[in-house]
């Protein structure tokens, strides 16, 4: 149980004291002492207290030890992204951290998507990936980049990187999202993602490419989910001539047809 280890470290983010705490909720300072040293133990009301001080869910505060997290996991617990009120596990995070102690934006190229498969959650993995920072992003999120493959979401042409957000609660993703999905038999896919988690649970994918149907997705087929933030690429996208345009250029195609027969009936 890493409850008086997780009320401590709350508790110190938020600066606030055992005076502070044991206040707030209506107990003493020593007892609070006791249950951050782990020689008392709460009882459901204490319990009950705590959550709703910290307004984090007590499985989490009892069963996961928030030391463990990457910093952008747990600002994501304490602005209330937990996942354990919606039923679902936490999903434990492998990152890497430069020497300034900043999570750094891992990247996963063609060559290493096959391993990633398999190794997303080795943090001795994680450590061989290339790593790189983008200024521009929020401290508080977690980042990757990957490489994509095929012509579905084009004009994001084969090849490109693509950075995500790590997503910690897939219910509140918005049905219109593009998305960077780890599962289970398709490895890496890059989509716009419908949320049907509600009425089906599942994700219905959807391509940018129209040849590309869409399909569904159970959520126990999925590993992992990044929104998608950027990318990057050395090709500009192909212009997409509008129909007007289009219309214009038949329209004039079949003006100079029509010359050319003119002129060859005449000289016939």
Same mark, same amino acid.
């Given at each position: 149980?890493?409850?008086?280890?997780?009320?401590?470290?709350?508790?110190?983010?938020?600066?606030?004291?055992?005076? +502070?705490?044991?206040?707030?909720?209506?107990?003493?300072?020593?007892?609070?002492? &006791?249950?951050?040293?782990?020689?008392?133990?709460?009882?459901?009301?204490?319990?009950?207290?705590?959550?709703?001080?910290?307004?984090?869910?007590?499985?989490?505060?009892?069963?996961?030890?928030?030391?463990?997290?990457?910093?952008?996991?747990?600002?994501?617990?304490?602005?209330?992204?937990?996942?354990?009120?919606?039923?679902?596990?936490?999903?434990?995070?492998?990152?890497?951290?430069?020497?300034?102690?900043?999570?750094?934006?891992?990247?996963?190229?063609?060559?290493?998507?096959?391993?990633?498969?398999?190794?997303?959650?080795?943090?001795?993995?994680?450590?061989?990936?290339?790593?790189?920072?983008?200024?521009?992003?929020?401290?508080?999120?977690?980042?990757?980049?990957?490489?994509?493959? &095929?012509?579905?979401?084009?004009?994001?042409?084969? &090849?490109?990187?693509?950075?995500?957000?790590?997503?910690?609660?897939?219910?509140?993703?918005?049905?219109?999202?593009?998305?960077?999905?780890?599962?289970?038999? +398709?490895?890496?896919?890059?989509?716009?993602?419908?949320?049907?988690?509600?009425?089906?649970?599942?994700?219905?994918?959807?391509?940018?490419?129209?040849?590309?149907?869409?399909?569904?997705?159970?959520?126990?087929?999925?590993?992992?989910?990044?929104?998608?933030?950027?990318?990057?690429?050395?090709?500009?996208?192909?212009?997409?001539?509008?129909?007007?345009?289009?219309? &214009?250029?038949?329209?004039?195609?079949?003006?100079?047809?029509?010359?050319?027969? +003119?002129?060859?009936?005449?000289?016939?």
């Amino acid at each position: 149980m890493f409850f008086g280890k997780n009320i401590k470290l709350l508790r110190k983010r938020r600066g606030r004291t055992q005076d +502070d705490v044991s206040h707030a909720i209506s107990i003493k300072r020593p007892t609070l002492s &006791g249950y951050e040293n782990d020689v008392a133990e709460p009882g459901m009301k204490i319990l009950v207290a705590f959550s709703e001080y910290f307004k984090i869910s007590i499985d989490t505060l009892v069963k996961v030890d928030l030391s463990s997290l990457s910093e952008s996991l747990l600002s994501e617990i304490e602005r209330g992204f937990d996942v354990y009120v919606s039923g679902s596990k936490v999903r434990i995070l492998a990152t890497t951290v430069d020497a300034k102690n900043k999570e750094n934006i891992e990247l996963v190229p063609e060559k290493a998507k096959a391993g990633y498969t398999n190794g997303f959650a080795d943090p001795e993995y994680i450590r061989e990936l290339p790593v790189f920072q983008l200024p521009f992003l929020e401290k508080e999120k977690k980042y990757r980049s990957f490489q994509i493959s &095929g012509d579905s979401m084009l004009p994001i042409p084969q &090849g490109a990187y693509v950075t995500g957000e790590f997503v910690l609660d897939w219910q509140r993703l918005k049905t219109n999202t593009p998305c960077i999905l780890l599962t289970y038999n +398709d490895g890496l896919v890059f989509k716009i993602v419908e949320n049907l988690l509600e009425e089906k649970r599942s994700f219905k994918l959807h391509s940018l490419n129209p040849i590309y149907k869409p399909y569904e997705m159970n959520v126990g087929e999925i590993r992992e989910i990044w929104r998608f933030v950027n990318y990057i690429s050395p090709e500009i996208p192909s212009p997409q001539i509008p129909q007007n345009d289009i219309i &214009g250029q038949i329209s004039k195609l079949q003006s100079q047809l029509s010359l050319i027969q +003119d002129k060859f009936n005449l000289e016939s």
